[in-house]
């Protein structure tokens, strides 16, 4: 920036909050700091931050894992960007490139990635938000655990789980003194194995939109209601004024519904040679 002639001055804020509780307290700083790829805390009180929810706010916290889970979340984009950049030199398609770092960075991939390592055992939470969490741990082990891509899950995970996968790369980045390759290096063991070129898989939004464009197919605005905490999802799509498919799914949330509507669309189509 300093070259294209805007000035600017990196300071690095020292890290200063104020507990009134040791870490050790209330979590396993050495077991978690071992599944960080034995990453050591210069400040543990950062990871015990990193793994509060604001259900379970103690007057010794001062605060929950929110600032760091924004902070983590950009640090996550930019080092799995940069590394999918440099590993595929050849790779000319930005686009492709754009998808897999969609299948690595998202909700589920995170969630994912967090029940694998056990870390929701270590969350300070609500009972509500606990029982959300085994829900997703339950969910889990019905699902194949040879990947953490998010794209191919047909289920709702809870959103803490990959807030705390975010909150605790903010956590290492702030006590690294703001180390992009230390993050990479503590968080990348969790969400192994990266996705390659040959193991990514489809975007099933992207392959639905694209095949309505291709065969000029009207996809109708989709109908949406959600009662009791589930959302039920209705999609129309149209040719030549005529509706030749109907799908509603209803499961817990709107992205996961919109997911659920598109797969099966496709699966209608290779069971009846729409194509």
Not at 77 to 82: A, E, K, L, N, S
Not at 88 to 116: E, I, Q
Not at 202 to 213: I, P, S, V, W
Request: charged share 20%.
């Amino acid at each position: 920036m300093n070259w294209v002639g805007i000035k600017v001055d990196l300071v690095h804020i020292a890290y200063e909050r104020h507990f009134q509780v040791q870490p050790e307290k209330l979590i396993d700083v050495r077991h978690i700091e071992s599944l960080l790829n034995n990453y050591s805390f210069r400040h543990p009180h950062l990871l015990l931050e990193a793994l509060t929810h604001r259900s379970c706010m103690l007057p010794q916290i001062p605060g929950c894992y929110e600032r760091l889970e924004f902070l983590g979340d950009a640090v996550l984009d930019y080092v799995i960007t940069f590394y999918l950049y440099n590993k595929y030199r050849a790779m000319s398609s930005p686009g492709f490139l754009t998808d897999m770092r969609s299948a690595s960075v998202n909700n589920d991939c995170y969630a994912l990635s967090a029940v694998k390592a056990g870390l929701h055992k270590h969350i300070l939470a609500s009972d509500n938000v606990d029982n959300d969490i085994a829900n997703t741990v339950n969910n889990f082990g019905r699902l194949s655990i040879e990947s953490t891509f998010g794209w191919e899950i047909e289920t709702y995970f809870s959103e803490v789980l990959a807030d705390i996968i975010e909150s605790l790369a903010g956590a290492i980045f702030v006590d690294s003194e703001y180390d992009k390759d230390i993050v990479f290096q503590s968080i990348c063991p969790l969400l192994e194995p990266l996705v390659t070129p040959e193991t990514m898989p489809l975007n099933h939004l992207r392959e639905f939109k694209d095949y309505c464009k291709k065969m000029q197919y009207i996809m109708k605005r989709p109908v949406i209601s959600t009662q009791n905490g589930v959302v039920t999802r209705t999609i129309e799509v149209e040719a030549k004024g005529v509706v030749i498919y109907k799908h509603t799914s209803t499961v817990s949330n709107n992205r996961t519904a919109e997911i659920v509507a598109c797969i099966f669309f496709l699966r209608s189509l290779k069971e009846t040679n729409l194509e």
